[in-house]
């Protein structure tokens, strides 16, 4: 009778992991036509340009949350055929980066998003991923891959108190059954809100510096949630005579041009503090150091 059991049982789990496997390397080949399509479309410009060029090509991309959760381990997650806020502005980065790369490829691209997605630019279970955007802010200045611009458009100092995730670990697949990554996250969150050196332009203050935001900038709102520090990223983006921003919308559940200036979408949302803005920079990216 075991043996009748067990026989179907196996067969069930080779028939699932075939079918896991098949899934994953269908989405991988989706993924190399995406990324193929997107070097032979989109021209080497400046930077500015380049992140602008990669921001409108993924407009449309469905928006779906915890793409990076998939795993039952952290490894690095490529995937062009759905995003959220933070993942868009990761891969419109990355991609805009090896642009400037003599032969982009693959390869090319997970060397750069790897250095932009983790501290240090290194993977080193769920902690080494950059959870925080003030932490990704603080650890991309650093790296090079970003200037922190919003001191010199007039910011005021933002001082970032963060412990949403370390309160709020039942929500989140790699903490609700590991207390001790839970300490690790807490240790983290510690860390962001001992640092203080941060500045943010409050959004009654936006309009008098939105001249100054150049198309391409990174948009990062600033939130008023306990325990949170920034909510929403998106690619500031001069369109019809007026700043906007590109963006993953969780409201549209796609990438869309946010139809109403930033100013407007700001005051919108209460819970919305102000902004910072990131300019990317001109550093060569990984592929041209080697």
Same mark, same amino acid.
């Not at 028939?15 to 991988?28: G, P, R, T, Y």
């Not at 501290?119 to 650890?139: A, E, K, M, P």
């Not at 929403?232 to 921003?245: D, M, N, P, S, V």
């Given at each position: 009778?075991? +043996?009748?059991?067990?026989?179907?049982?196996?067969?069930?789990? $080779?028939?699932?992991?075939?079918?896991?496997?098949?899934?994953?390397?269908?989405?991988?080949?989706?993924?190399?036509?995406?990324?193929?399509?997107? $070097?032979?479309?989109?021209?080497?410009?400046?930077?500015?340009?380049?992140?602008?060029?990669?921001?409108?090509?993924?407009?449309?991309?469905?928006?779906?949350?915890? +793409?990076?959760?998939? #795993?039952?381990?952290?490894?690095?997650?490529?995937?062009?055929?759905?995003?959220?806020?933070?993942?868009?502005?990761?891969?419109?980065?990355?991609?805009?980066?090896?642009?400037?790369? @003599?032969?982009?490829?693959?390869?090319? #691209?997970?060397?750069?998003?790897?250095?932009?997605?983790?501290? !240090?630019?290194?993977?080193?279970?769920?902690?080494?991923?950059?959870?925080?955007?003030?932490?990704?802010?603080?650890?991309?200045?650093?790296?090079?891959?970003?200037?922190?611009?919003?001191?010199?458009?007039?910011?005021?100092? #933002?001082? @970032? !108190?963060?412990?949403?995730?370390?309160?709020?670990?039942?929500?989140?697949?790699?903490? %609700?059954?590991?207390?001790?990554?839970?300490?690790?996250?807490?240790?983290?969150?510690?860390?962001?809100?001992?640092?203080?050196?941060?500045?943010?332009?409050? %959004?009654?203050?936006?309009?008098?510096?939105?001249?100054?935001?150049?198309?391409?900038?990174?948009?990062?709102?600033?939130?008023?949630? @306990?325990?949170?520090?920034?909510?929403?990223?998106?690619?500031?983006?001069?369109?019809?005579?007026?700043? +906007?921003?590109?963006?993953? /919308?969780?409201?549209?559940?796609?990438?869309?041009?946010?139809?109403?200036?930033?100013?407007?979408?700001?005051? %919108?949302?209460?819970?919305?503090?102000?902004?910072?803005?990131?300019? @990317?920079? /001109?550093?060569?990216?990984?592929?041209? !150091?080697?």
């Amino acid at each position: 009778m075991k +043996t009748k059991i067990i026989i179907p049982i196996l067969a069930l789990f $080779l028939i699932f992991s075939e079918n896991l496997s098949a899934q994953v390397s269908s989405d991988w080949n989706q993924d190399l036509e995406i990324l193929g399509k997107f $070097l032979q479309s989109t021209p080497r410009s400046t930077v500015d340009s380049n992140i602008v060029h990669t921001a409108l090509f993924f407009l449309n991309t469905p928006y779906v949350a915890h +793409t990076l959760d998939t #795993f039952d381990i952290e490894d690095l997650t490529i995937n062009f055929r759905e995003t959220d806020c933070l993942t868009f502005v990761e891969n419109c980065l990355a991609l805009s980066r090896i642009l400037r790369c @003599p032969n982009p490829d693959m390869d090319c #691209f997970e060397q750069e998003l790897r250095l932009i997605r983790y501290r !240090d630019g290194v993977i080193n279970g769920y902690t080494s991923r950059l959870h925080y955007t003030s932490d990704w802010i603080f650890d991309n200045v650093k790296k090079g891959v970003v200037e922190d611009i919003t001191h010199a458009l007039g910011g005021k100092k #933002f001082n @970032p !108190d963060v412990s949403f995730m370390s309160e709020n670990y039942p929500k989140y697949k790699y903490l %609700k059954d590991n207390p001790e990554t839970v300490k690790e996250i807490k240790m983290i969150e510690q860390e962001i809100s001992r640092r203080g050196s941060y500045y943010f332009i409050p %959004k009654q203050d936006i309009g008098a510096h939105q001249a100054l935001i150049k198309n391409g900038d990174i948009v990062c709102f600033t939130s008023a949630v @306990p325990g949170l520090d920034i909510s929403h990223l998106g690619i500031a983006y001069r369109y019809k005579e007026q700043l +906007t921003f590109i963006h993953a /919308s969780s409201s549209a559940k796609k990438v869309i041009i946010n139809p109403e200036p930033l100013v407007d979408y700001c005051n %919108k949302i209460k819970s919305n503090t102000g902004i910072i803005v990131l300019r @990317p920079s /001109s550093y060569n990216p990984t592929c041209v !150091d080697e």
